[in-house]
């Protein structure tokens, strides 16, 4: 995107803020929404929810608890729960997960182009269910996914590795 585009397009936002009202005539529909913007939402609150984990369980210095919600947050960690959580998805679900694993976007250099996709995807769902407001199902999702990020840590780290 130019300079000038981008710049012109931050000022019509601005005004669509200011006046509280709708950017353009897109569609209302949470599973047509851009699903970069999806996973931008989902990336929050995943994060949040992390950060909200860690913090409830005492660890006593934070700078343990934000290297383990960086490691949970991450794109290797994400991608793991995004594949073991496939079967439970709904078909409406799926779609939102597709269009954000094909959504052009820079991959950072600490995962691999599909690990960066399927975060991406994961994150596209929880910022799909956000956006609809699914409440039950939000719900349903990040209890599912703090289990699998349980997996996850269990894997890579172990109960008995450090005891």
Do not use: W
């Amino acid at each position: 995107m130019k300079f000038a585009h981008l710049q012109a397009l931050k000022q019509k936002a601005y005004q669509a803020f200011l006046e509280n009202q709708v950017f353009d005539n897109s569609s209302k529909d949470p599973a047509a929404f851009d699903s970069l913007s999806l996973a931008f939402i989902g990336d929050a609150y995943y994060s949040l929810c992390m950060r909200k984990k860690l913090i409830t369980l005492g660890i006593p210095h934070v700078q343990v608890t934000h290297l383990l919600a960086a490691e949970f947050v991450s794109a290797k960690c994400q991608s793991f729960v995004y594949r073991h959580m496939q079967t439970m998805l709904t078909e409406m679900e799926k779609k939102v997960c597709l269009r954000a694993r094909n959504a052009h976007s820079q991959v950072p250099k600490s995962a691999s182009v599909q690990e960066y996709k399927e975060s991406t995807a994961l994150e596209a769902l929880l910022g799909y269910v956000i956006i609809a407001q699914q409440e039950k199902r939000k719900d349903e999702l990040m209890k599912q996914i703090m289990l699998y990020v349980q997996q996850y840590c269990e894997m890579i780290h172990g109960r008995s590795r450090h005891e």
